[in-house]
């Protein structure tokens, strides 16, 4: 099984650039995810969406935008990339709240 | 929410038992309590979920008291490959999915 897969796997964006991060999962989960993580930190959550058709802020949302395609995609956007939004991006999805499955991240520079 | 504590981070030598303890003073009567495993570069990996007294996967286990204030998560005889940072989440599974927060966990540095 796939579990939860993230396009791209690394991405370079100069400051300004636009990008929309995919993710998929084919566990037919309700909720997933997307979380950001920086250097020697832990995860924080961006948004979430609790079930196809809904999404709503974590805890650092300023700059972001999802769409939950349908139940099995989430992606994330960029509108205009700054340099603070470098970090590793992960997805992940859950049936039960507080077990989730996890992709392998993105690795987002913004120069 | 409950607010989780945890040790930043922890040392111990390969073949000995491990326990990471985390506070969670205001734990809610439908709050389980759920621990993670995250190597460098990959995503959080679930480990264990517990609601009170001891459970046991293949893993590891996880000890709860009466009181539910604390955990800890127990690895028996680590090795190399379990150097990795172990987080603490508690939350209502039938609440917001918003409570799916990590914190900073406890980095673990399993020594030859």
């Known amino acids: 099984n796939a579990g939860v897969t993230q396009t791209p796997k690394f991405q370079v964006l100069k400051t300004g650039q636009s990008m929309t991060l995919q993710c998929a999962q084919d566990m037919n989960h309700n909720s997933m995810y997307w979380y950001r993580q920086d250097p020697g930190m832990g995860l924080r959550l961006i948004y979430y969406?609790?079930?196809?058709?809904?999404?709503d802020k974590g805890e650092v949302p300023n700059g972001y935008n999802v769409s939950r395609l349908n139940k099995r995609e989430f992606s994330l956007r960029l509108e205009s990339a700054a340099p603070s939004q470098t970090s590793v991006y992960f997805c992940?999805?859950?049936?039960?709240?507080?077990?989730?499955?996890f992709g392998q991240g993105t690795r987002l520079t913004v120069v | 929410l409950a607010k989780t504590t945890q040790p930043i981070s922890m040392d111990s030598y390969e073949g000995q038992e491990v326990n990471i303890t985390c506070s969670h003073n205001n734990i809610a009567t439908n709050d389980y309590i759920t621990w993670y495993q995250q190597f460098p570069s990959q995503g959080p990996r679930f480990i264990i979920q517990?609601?009170?007294t001891k459970v046991t996967n293949e893993v590891a286990s996880l000890f709860i008291p009466a009181d539910r204030k604390s955990s800890t998560l127990s690895l028996p005889r680590v090795s190399l490959s379990d150097t990795a940072v172990y987080y603490c989440l508690v939350g209502d599974m039938r609440g917001s999915a918003r409570q799916l927060t990590f914190g900073s966990g406890t980095q673990l540095t399993v020594l030859p």
């Open positions: 517990g609601y009170k």
């Open positions: 969406s609790a079930s196809e058709g809904t999404t």
């Open positions: 992940a999805s859950s049936a039960r709240l507080t077990e989730a499955f």
